[in-house]
């Protein structure tokens, strides 16, 4: 098993920045690509990044793209997302999950953390 439990969410103006972080236990860390999925009300869940079990690779949205990073600290356990230029349709709850593949595919994905709120006001 693998737990995830992401923090950093919050209420940001448009134009403005936050991390999100999320910290990882359980089984070993540098095994699992991870990535960050968000979901709106009445919207599917959509991908946002990924980034590889080592951090050598990554994928990111078209959305994302220019404005979103994703990164790793195997010795933390952890993978951040650092956002900036924020949107209001950037509002979403943000989930990150791990996989033993690599991809943007959510079923891919078999662990993932509670979500945190991102909210960005119009």
């Known amino acids: 098993q693998v737990q995830l439990v992401e923090s950093g969410g919050g209420l940001v103006q448009a134009g403005g920045s936050l991390r999100l972080s999320c910290a990882a236990s359980?089984?070993?860390?540098?095994?699992?690509?991870m990535g960050w999925f968000r979901q709106a009300p009445g919207k599917e869940r959509e991908f946002v990044c990924a980034?590889?079990?080592?951090?050598?690779?990554?994928i990111v949205s078209d959305s994302a793209k220019g404005r979103f990073t994703i990164s790793r600290d195997n010795a933390k356990n952890t993978v951040y997302l650092q956002m900036n230029s924020l949107k209001p349709e950037d509002t979403a709850v943000y989930y990150c999950?791990?996989?033993?593949?690599?991809?943007?595919?959510?079923?891919?994905?078999?662990?993932w953390g509670q979500g945190t709120q991102v909210t960005v006001p119009s």
């Open positions: 359980g089984r070993t860390f540098s095994n699992y690509a």
């Open positions: 999950a791990a996989t033993l593949s690599f991809g943007s595919t959510p079923r891919f994905y078999g662990y």
């Open positions: 980034i590889s079990s080592s951090g050598g690779r990554t």
